[in-house]
């Protein structure tokens, strides 16, 4: 059976910082995959989606990147955090039929 | 520009009765429609999921109802329980699209008191 594993599960990061986030899907090749932000009491809102190794396209223009180094590996960077960057990071793929979605237990990071 | 509108944003109901969550669309390519679950602090989880072909679909005490018309389509949870109180994410897509891309609703936060 297929499953997705992120982390970490938490992360607290000074202002001005650098970030890397990862998420790792098993028991499936060649998943699209995709990195969504939930706010606070938000919905969820799409950063990045890959459908392949090296193939990332943005959402919304922010100082948030994304890489594809592996099939079943997918990584949300940045440089320096912004106070605005603080959420929860979901990971989330499909295979197959696409738009069936299965997402990861996400990773709760807070920028002070 | 929202996709998918949902409503209402909170919902209390008391043990044993019905959950009702309605969304709206306005996009006709729209052919797949599923429902999240999300409880606190965990990613969502599929729910349960409907296509246009069919006006709704039960699975145990929950229920998809689809109106192709008036482009919209709703979540019944019959007997709701305390255990149901979570965050219900609606959304919809096109099913002919390689990307898959989900357009969710902002979600309802149900509460269901014992």
């Known amino acids: 059976s297929q499953t997705i594993h992120q982390w970490p599960a938490t992360l607290v990061q000074p202002v001005g910082s650098p970030l890397s986030l990862e998420c790792t899907v098993e028991?499936?090749?060649?998943?699209?995959l995709y990195w969504y932000r939930q706010a606070a009491g938000r919905g969820l809102q799409l950063l990045f989606y890959?459908?392949?190794?090296?193939?990332i396209s943005s959402e919304v223009p922010q100082n948030l990147s994304a890489s594809r180094p592996q099939d079943r590996q997918f990584i949300l960077s940045s440089k320096k955090l912004l106070l605005s960057d603080s959420g929860f990071y979901l990971c989330?793929?499909?295979?197959?039929?696409?738009?069936?979605?299965?997402f990861g237990p996400g990773t709760r990071l807070t920028v002070l | 520009q929202q996709q998918v509108k949902q409503s209402p944003q909170s919902l209390i109901v008391q043990k044993g009765g019905i959950s009702i969550i309605n969304c709206a669309y306005e996009?006709?390519?729209?052919?797949?429609f599923p429902w999240y679950q999300q409880f606190p602090g965990k990613g969502p989880a599929l729910l349960i999921a409907?296509?246009?072909?069919?006006s709704e679909k039960k699975e145990g005490r929950f229920t998809i109802s689809f109106n192709k018309s008036a482009k919209q389509f709703s979540l019944h949870i019959m007997d709701s329980q305390p255990g149901d109180s979570a965050t219900y994410f609606c959304?919809?897509?096109?099913?002919?699209?390689?990307?898959?891309?989900?357009?969710f609703g902002r979600g309802t936060q149900l509460t269901v008191w014992p």
């Open positions: 959304a919809a897509s096109n099913r002919g699209s390689t990307l898959g891309r989900l357009y």
């Open positions: 989330a793929w499909s295979v197959g039929v696409p738009n069936e979605q299965f």
């Open positions: 996009n006709t390519a729209f052919d797949y």
């Open positions: 028991g499936t090749s060649n998943p699209n």
């Open positions: 409907i296509r246009p072909d069919v």
């Open positions: 890959s459908v392949g190794i090296g193939q």
